[in-house]
């Protein structure tokens, strides 16, 4: 029988010793075994694949492992639902969001708690919420419904919903996938301040190394299944941890640096557009994409670039000024985009750029179902060619997946990233425009697409990358701009690029 611990008042231990997972013949998890100490920040590293979840999910209740156990607080808990897990004390914090879009931040927060009254007095729940958000390092709008909040929005809310609950150990599952650098060091530091005062027991899944080295004071590292090593933070070199990750040091690519002369490609002149909000309006001046240069769109999440991609897609409409290609109007429509050779990797492909349900194989014929050689309308779907395509992208982009008939929506977030990326890339590219193309994948995953996009921009393909990943935008991008309230804000070439002067304009203090 369950036994059920009040929830303490400071951090607690959790342990699993020899857990293992089966899922029919097939073993996820195999005699793995993790001691993370009360007040202690603990990182889990691994492939996807790795097991890392399937850890986690043991922990919260959502598995019942094959075998092992599981100490909480040093009592032996068996996890047989969520609500076991909350009521010892343990929160996770999900890297897809499990917010009501439809509810506003406050009401997300009030509902989460299990004492949540049917009547609900708001004069009450926002004087505790605002002393609540003045303890906290980072904000948000707490009037806004949350299908209005940018991704980092929706991310620091989920944090702040665990810490809002009081639990003592928190699983957080990528948690700074869509923060800024400044951003994630501010919400890690709070959380490490949090747990060196006694409060929190934190276990972090993260692929950034930064943050490991940065933040956390041990880590395990799983492969196939299998604790494979682990130990002290400041005793692991970023090479050892990744040989123990990936079996072998990971392979960087030299970057080769476009020396012609670019010519400009999209321009936008005179934006204007209203925001997520409908209160505010975003307008983007002058910005001039040249082929084979990757410009980077840098910023502090919801400062008007989700809505640039959305102008840039067709999917949000300007209120004022024009887009040219090649100095023709362009209003993103399906045929324009084809004859100018302009292709997209939007932010969360699964949703925005599939359609889940459909095959690979047929997510991956979008681009050519409708077309017969010679360039003409085709009338009836040819399945042969799309199986030719299908094979043809899965071996060159590395798509693990059962098969090509396999649905889109059965495979990990890299290997969508990936097939999405195969279907725009295939062709004559001359304009790729992406936001945040990494998030939430793994070392290898993220390691494939930046060298694709560096592959298609030394090709002459003119690439805007729209990121909230500061390090991925210095890594790649050529020159950078950043946004601010709506606006460009900055502009600076790599060559002089200067983390702390962009950090500045990001933050409106340019």
Same mark, same amino acid.
């Given at each position: ?85 909350? +009521? ?67 991310? +620091? ?132 994409? +040249? ?12 400062? =008007? ?116 990326? =195969? ?16 998030? =939430? ?70």
């Amino acid at each position: 029988m369950t036994r059920v611990l009040e929830t303490p008042a400071g951090a607690i231990s959790v342990e699993a010793l020899n857990m293992t997972m089966r899922f029919g013949d097939f073993t996820a998890l195999d005699n793995v075994s993790i001691n993370i100490p009360a007040g202690s920040f603990h990182a889990l590293l691994g492939e996807n694949g790795a097991g890392k979840s399937t850890l986690v999910k043991c922990i919260m209740g959502f598995y019942r492992a094959t075998s092992g156990e599981l100490l909480v607080a040093g009592h032996e808990a068996r996890m047989t639902d969520p609500k076991v897990a909350q +009521k010892l004390g343990l929160g996770m914090v999900y890297q897809h969001f499990t917010l009501v879009p439809s509810l506003t931040a406050a009401e997300n927060l009030v509902i989460s708690r299990a004492d949540a009254p049917r009547v609900i007095n708001w004069r009450e729940e926002r004087r505790r919420l605002d002393e609540f958000m003045s303890r906290m390092p980072f904000k948000v709008p707490l009037d806004q419904p949350v299908s209005r909040l940018a991704a980092g929005e929706k991310q +620091k809310l989920e944090i702040l919903k665990q810490l809002y609950l009081g639990h003592r150990f928190l699983i957080l599952d990528e948690p700074t996938s869509v923060l800024t650098p400044a951003e994630a060091d501010e919400v890690l530091g709070h959380v490490r301040a949090l747990t060196q005062a006694g409060e929190i027991t934190v276990l972090m899944i993260s692929h950034k190394f930064r943050e490991v080295t940065a933040f956390a004071d041990a880590v395990t590292v799983l492969r196939r299944g299998k604790m494979v090593g682990g130990g002290k933070v400041g005793e692991m070199s970023i090479d050892e941890m990744s040989r123990v990750m990936m079996g072998e040091a990971p392979t960087v690519t030299e970057r080769v640096r476009v020396v012609s002369d670019l010519k400009p490609v999209m321009q936008m002149h005179g934006l204007k557009a209203p925001d997520r909000s409908g209160l505010k309006t975003i307008q983007i001046d002058d910005v001039t994409l +040249k082929s084979g240069e990757i410009l980077g769109i840098a910023g502090i999440s919801g400062n =008007g670039q989700m809505e640039l991609m959305e102008i840039l897609t067709g999917q949000r409409h300007l209120t004022e000024g024009q887009i040219t290609v090649h100095g023709q109007p362009f209003h993103a429509t399906r045929a324009e985009a084809r004859a100018h050779k302009i292709r997209y990797l939007p932010e969360e492909p699964l949703r925005n750029a599939c359609a889940p349900r459909m095959s690979v194989a047929e997510n991956l014929a979008f681009r050519i179902f409708d077309q017969a050689p010679g360039g003409k309308t085709a009338f009836w779907k040819d399945r042969r060619a799309m199986a030719r395509n299908a094979e043809t992208l899965i071996d060159t982009f590395k798509v693990k997946t059962a098969s090509p008939a396999a649905r889109i929506a059965s495979l990990s977030g890299g290997n969508v990233q990936r097939a999405v990326l =195969g279907r725009e890339l295939s062709g004559e590219v001359e304009v790729l425009i992406v936001s945040n193309p990494c998030f =939430g994948l793994d070392f290898a995953a993220v390691s494939t697409i930046r060298d694709r996009l560096l592959d298609a921009r030394n090709k002459g393909a003119a690439i805007l990358l729209i990121s909230e990943d500061l390090d991925e935008i210095m890594e790649l991008s050529d020159r950078i701009l950043v946004m601010s309230e709506g606006r460009v804000s900055f502009e600076t070439p790599i060559a002089t690029a200067n983390i702390a002067e962009i950090g500045q304009h990001m933050a409106g203090h340019g």
